[in-house]
């Protein structure tokens, strides 16, 4: 009964490689986000999709593509792999509320390794 | 823009010490404010959040956290620290938007 759900939990791929992680969330909520946490633990928003819109794009470069084919679902395509890239992503969704904002449930993270 | 300082970057204490981890935020409107525990290897869960109302939460496993608007501060505490209460804690706070902004996190050591 995951809630939150991330695959690969692990990746290890050399530079310049295309990556793809995988998000999907069985809680019925509308919004989804990829985070990236860096080797110092900081944790920063990269994207987030609210009924397959996006809402949120912050400052990433190109080479990394979110899509939402559904409300359950938010890949990341990374392309061009660099070094630089290697982190822990996180997926998380929520619900938008009548407050226009709700708890986010966050998934278990999907290390990334570029050599 | 919004930005969150979390002061303490690494806590130690014994078991059945007193914990106090201090959060700032700077946001001049409206702001939802949330702790979240990462335990070794783990995902974040959320220990609290405080959306409106009573400024004194009440989280799980014995955490609670006092909203300060005067001060923008969100601290968070717990009376008596447990050896499984090891791992690093991260302060946030939303805004107007969807966008959890987090401060970089308190590594929390805790020694039988």
């Known amino acids: 009964d995951t809630a939150v759900s991330q695959t690969p939990k692990y990746l290890v791929t050399q530079m310049g490689n295309d990556k793809s992680i995988k998000c999907e969330q069985n809680l019925g909520h509308d919004t989804m986000y990829w985070y990236k946490q860096d080797s110092k633990k900081f944790l920063k928003i990269m994207f987030s999709?609210?009924?397959?819109?996006?809402?949120i794009n912050e400052t990433v470069p190109n080479r990394f593509s979110p899509k939402s084919p559904d409300k359950a679902h938010l890949n990341l395509h990374i392309n061009s792999l660099e070094l630089g890239d290697s982190a822990v992503y996180f997926c998380a969704s929520s619900h938008r509320g009548g407050t226009g904002y709700n708890e986010q449930f966050f998934g278990p993270g999907t290390r990334l390794t570029v050599l | 823009a919004q930005s969150v300082s979390q002061h303490n970057h690494h806590v130690i204490l014994s078991e059945a010490a007193s914990l106090e981890l201090g959060c700032n935020y700077s946001?001049?409107?409206?702001?939802?404010l949330f702790w979240y525990v990462q335990y070794p290897g783990q995902h974040l869960q959320l220990l609290l959040k405080y959306f409106s109302g009573d400024p004194l939460v009440k989280g799980i496993k014995g955490f609670e956290a006092e909203f300060i608007k005067s001060k923008f501060s969100f601290n968070l505490r717990k009376p008596s620290v447990q050896w499984s209460d090891t791992a690093e804690y991260f302060c946030a706070v939303t805004g107007n938007t969807d966008k959890l902004i987090f401060g970089t996190g308190t590594r929390l050591q805790v020694f039988p």
């Open positions: 946001y001049g409107g409206t702001v939802n």
């Open positions: 999709y609210n009924n397959k819109e996006l809402i």
